[in-house]
T-cell receptor
Framework: DTGVSQDPRHKITKRGQNVTFRCDPI?????LYWYRQTLGQGPEFLTYFQNEAQLEKSRLLSDRFSAERPKGSFSTLEIQRTEQGDSAMYLC????????????FGEGSWLTVV | GENVEQHPSTLSVQEGDSAVIKCTYS??????FPWYKQELGKGPQLIID?????GEKKDQRIAVTLNKTAKHFSLHITETQPEDSAVYFC????????????FGTGTRLLVSP
């Protein structure tokens, strides 16, 4: 069990550019989550997948944000036309619904928009 | 809407002392309460969790208590060590189809040698 893996760990981009983050959940975990965390705050929920279906989306997820999990395994989170306010750590997490649904987080992807 | 309040925001203790962090949740339907430890630049690491059908759970030096009537739960760390220094987050979730965790604002714990 290698844990939740996220890539890249750090990304610096210019305002207006698009960025994409990838998440590989723990093997056989059917549930995958994206959260966003800014300095000094707790993580905030963005979206949730069960297998390939996106079942919940937060109001925080504006139309510039899109998440996919095409085959029910890895997931991508894309931010289009980045803004300085998008600077944050983007956390991916996964769980197995049939095993108590304990949620495990990855190390996060830091985004800095300049 | 759902809300989780966490206190204190910072906590300084001497090595070997106990530390207690308290959280209050707003939605009585919440039934799962995990605690995460986050070190600088890293993702949250689950350290202990409790479900609403249990009042207390222990794992070595860490324990969590839940008072459903008062809607609050607490993390207790005994015999603190410098490596316990980190930010600790409580969270709450209700398993009625909504899978999101709502987090508290975090407690920065500093354990001095």
């Amino acid at each position: 069990d290698t844990g939740v893996s996220q890539d890249p760990r750090h990304k610096i981009t210019k305002r207006g550019q698009n960025v994409t983050f990838r998440c590989d959940p723990i093997s056989e975990h059917n549930r995958l989550y994206w959260y966003r965390q800014t300095l000094g705050q707790g993580p905030e929920f963005l979206t949730y997948f069960q297998n390939e279906a996106q079942l919940e989306k937060s109001r925080l997820l504006s139309d510039r944000f899109s998440a996919e999990r095409p085959k029910g395994s890895f997931s991508t989170l894309e931010i289009q036309r980045t803004e300085q306010g998008d600077s944050a750590m983007y956390l991916c997490a996964s769980s197995q619904g049939s095993s108590g649904n304990t949620i495990y987080f990855g190390e996060g992807s830091w985004l800095t928009v300049v | 809407g759902e809300n989780v309040e966490q206190h204190p925001s910072t906590l300084s203790v001497q090595e070997g002392d106990s530390a207690v962090i308290k959280c209050t949740y707003s939605d009585s339907a919440s039934n799962y309460f995990p605690w995460y430890k986050q070190e600088l630049g890293k993702g949250p690491q689950l350290i202990i969790d409790i479900r609403s059908n249990v009042g207390e759970k222990k794992d070595q030096r860490i324990a969590v208590t839940l008072n459903k009537t008062a809607k609050h739960f607490s993390l207790h760390i005994t015999e603190t060590q410098p490596e316990d220094s980190a930010v600790y987050f409580c969270a709450a979730r209700w398993d009625t189809g909504f899978q999101k965790l709502v987090f508290g604002t975090g407690t920065r714990l500093l354990v001095s040698p």
